[in-house]
């Protein structure tokens, strides 16, 4: 990847020292007038950075200014302007930290050679501002915290702020601080993700090289002493559910329909329109925030084991436990989460764990009741459910309907697994992907199913159960028929 660097001051100095004025909210020009320089400077820091052939990185106080316009206007159109151009700034063009290839001198032909450096650019402009939580490269004069950024409290705030503007707003004004909170949002996640992934495969790449993760603006976040991270990771998944909910309902479009006289005069129609795929990009966004907290967790696992972490990293509970914990004791939660989060590996690492909570751990088993099978795979939960005592022992403590759930999720994040394995060869986890069939997968999901059923004589399939007992019965089928 090319990378630019910084601009110069040469480069913005004009816009820089007309910056202020852009942005006046004093009262001394009137809004239409003020809205107007506001989009004609976010033309011009897109007429020099993107449309030019060598166009170079806006200065700290540019990009300051284009997020200062994303969190502090009303006007839909300097909204969506500003968010658009701050994603084409630094997520596409201008990435703070970036994995660049290059080729070992002894073998340059050779491609398991080709080896990624992982760069920093330092100078770049952060959104985030977490004081005393930044390591000491972070601590410098070029990223000093100005008044736009956004710290740990103020990130999840900004969660609970969507949750709360969007049972509150009934008005035009209302309506568009709701789209404009979503959007903010969304673009810290991307930046979030932005940081981390190359840190994540540098880690992976470079023989576990901590430093690359403990440095990473997640981490950083989660470390901070100002939030509570059981609440943060809570909050997540509540507002995953009060946006999904709503997007599979149309609440929306009722709400509108149903006022559509009040409507048209009070709120815009360019917002409502936006409003139901905005909810449903925010949502995504959540999940993307989880899974890095998810791939955080595994990445410090892994450095724990070898030693590389420290008293000083601290100690926190793996995101999984608490979304487990918040799945067994909220059912609404539950069911949006299964449907909403759809990154079939962890889905199916959940899934399992969820199991493994109601599956007894005593090493003295009888001779009847002894299966030798390990509750650590799928088709090893499988195996355990395909046993009447078992099975008996589980629905006294899961409703039926549950278990159904369950697998049938689990089922289609197996599926999903099975056929990235068998397309592009990659290594997933659990390590039964590969090894058991989904002829075997099958055979076992169906006889589960069964075995429900007769310890479960009132049992009746959810739509999902169905489903799924459709789709392994045509599999094999399929299989048998030699298609």
């Not at 589960?448 to 489903?467: N, P, Q």
Request: glycine share 4%.
């Amino acid at each position: 990847m090319e990378m630019r660097r910084i601009a110069g001051e040469g480069a913005y100095g004009g816009m820089e020292e007309n910056t202020m004025a852009i942005l006046d909210n004093s009262g001394f020009k009137h809004s239409h007038h003020l809205k107007d320089d506001r989009l004609a400077f976010l033309e011009a820091v897109r007429a020099a950075s993107l449309l030019s052939g060598n166009g170079s990185a806006p200065t700290r106080k540019i990009f300051e200014a284009v997020f200062h316009i994303l969190k502090d206007v009303d006007s839909l159109d300097l909204i969506m302007e500003s968010y658009q151009l701050l994603i084409e700034l630094h997520m596409v063009h201008f990435p703070r930290v970036f994995l660049s290839k290059e080729q070992s001198e002894s073998s340059s032909s050779s491609p398991s050679n080709n080896l990624f450096k992982f760069i920093t650019v330092q100078e770049a402009w952060l959104p985030f501002n977490f004081g005393l939580d930044l390591s000491y490269n972070e601590r410098t004069e070029a990223n000093k915290p100005s008044r736009s950024s956004v710290d740990s409290l103020g990130f999840h705030s900004l969660i609970q702020e969507v949750a709360k503007a969007d049972k509150e707003r009934k008005s035009e004004v209302l309506e568009l601080m709701f789209l404009k909170t979503m959007l903010l949002l969304q673009y810290l996640v991307i930046f979030l993700e932005g940081d981390f992934l190359p840190r994540n495969c540098a880690f992976i790449a470079e023989e576990l090289n901590w430093t690359f993760l403990r440095e990473s603006l997640v981490n950083m976040l989660l470390g901070s002493r100002k939030i509570l991270y059981k609440s943060l990771i809570k909050d997540c998944l509540s507002l995953m559910h009060v946006l999904s909910q709503e997007a599979m309902s149309f609440e929306d479009l009722s709400y509108h329909e149903s006022s559509s006289i009040e409507s048209s005069a009070e709120i815009s129609t360019a917002v409502t329109l936006a409003l139901p795929e905005v909810k449903k990009s925010t949502c995504a966004a959540l999940k993307k925030f989880l899974l890095m907290v998810m791939e955080l967790d595994s990445s410090r696992w892994s450095a724990d084991m070898q030693g590389l972490t420290t008293r000083a990293d601290g100690v926190r509970t793996p995101v999984v436990e608490i979304i487990l914990d918040e799945l067994i004791y909220d059912n609404d939660i539950r069911c949006s989460f299964l449907q909403v989060f759809d990154e079939p590996k962890w889905k199916l690492k959940i899934i399992i764990q969820y199991f493994q909570k109601y599956i007894p751990k005593s090493s003295v088993q009888t001779r009847s009741s002894y299966v030798p099978v390990s509750d650590e795979t799928f088709d090893g939960i499988l195996k355990y459910l395909a046993n009447g005592n078992n099975t008996r022992s589980i629905i006294k403590k899961i409703c039926t309907e549950v278990v159904q759930l369950l697998l049938a999720h689990a089922f289609q994040a197996y599926l999903v697994l099975h056929l990235q394995c068998a397309s592009d060869g990659c290594d997933v986890s659990p390590e039964d992907i590969k090894s058991i069939s989904p002829v075997e997968i099958c055979n076992s999901i169906v006889s589960a199913f069964m075995c429900l059923k007769r310890e479960d004589r009132s049992l009746e399939l959810i739509c999902i159960g169905k489903e799924v007992l459709f789709t392994a019965a045509t599999i094999l089928s399929t299989k048998s028929h030699g298609l």
